[in-house]
């Protein structure tokens, strides 16, 4: 199984900033997932991190609120940008192995002031 | 598209009981369906993945079905421990490297 790790683990953060979330995994792999948990909600897509190429967003979401980059098979990167309280979540990285199981990240925990 | 409910939401036992936890899905053309806990405020950890050519999966006291046609899965829990209070998430895949879509979960709690 992949070991995922997701830097920061949590972070306040004042209105109108930005936050990078950094996602690490131990072996290479083809995809990658971004996904928020809002509070008391259950998780929702973002993006589809690509290698080589631009995310793919789901309905919603748009690259200028959640630039995503995705350098190598082993490492990606969310930002949320000009961030508002709304913002306020868990947001999880995922990666699936041979297209089978998906393993998560611990999450980091946003909360937006 | 696919949507995904979980039934209970909530469901509180003794110390001992089994649990039966419910998920259906309206799209029965999945590719597989996974279970998967959350410990609040944490990441999740995958408990069980059933391949939609399987009827069912097992790993120690969890045992998940899977009836595609009437799209449906039940994770049960047998003899539940203060340490299974956690929310459990089902989730099916459409395809292969394809998105999973979350149920609401049900939240769990054993009593000592």
């Known amino acids: 199984s992949a070991v995922i790790s997701q830097k920061p683990s949590r972070d306040i953060c004042q209105r109108g900033t930005s936050l990078t979330i950094q996602c690490q995994v131990d072996?290479?792999?083809?995809?990658m997932f971004w996904y928020r948990q809002q509070p008391g909600q259950s998780l929702t897509l973002i993006a589809t991190?690509?290698?080589?190429?631009?995310?793919?967003?789901e309905s919603g979401f748009v690259i200028d609120k959640f630039p995503i980059s995705r350098p190598n098979l082993t490492f990606s990167t969310l930002t949320v940008s000009n961030m508002s309280p709304e913002d306020s979540s868990i947001y999880l990285c995922?990666?699936?192995?041979?297209?089978?199981?998906?393993?998560f990240g611990p999450g980091t925990r946003l909360t937006v002031l | 598209k696919q949507e995904v409910t979980q039934i209970p939401a909530a469901l509180s036992v003794p110390e001992g009981e089994n649990l039966v936890l419910n998920c259906s899905f309206t799209?029965?053309?999945?590719?597989?369906l996974q279970w998967f806990r959350q410990d609040p405020g944490k990441g999740l950890t995958s408990l069980l993945l059933?391949?939609?050519?399987?009827r069912e999966q097992t790993s120690g006291r969890l045992n998940a079905s899977l009836d595609k046609s009437s799209g449906r899965s039940t994770l049960y829990i047998a003899a539940s421990q203060p340490g299974d209070s956690a929310t459990y998430l089902c989730?099916?895949?459409?395809?292969?490297?394809?998105?999973?879509?979350f149920g609401g979960g049900t939240r769990v709690l054993v009593k000592p």
């Open positions: 995922s990666v699936a192995q041979g297209g089978d199981t998906q393993y």
């Open positions: 072996s290479q792999v083809t995809m």
């Open positions: 059933i391949q939609s050519s399987q």
């Open positions: 989730a099916p895949l459409k395809a292969a490297g394809n998105k999973l879509t």
């Open positions: 991190a690509n290698q080589g190429s631009e995310a793919t967003y």
């Open positions: 799209d029965s053309a999945i590719y597989n």
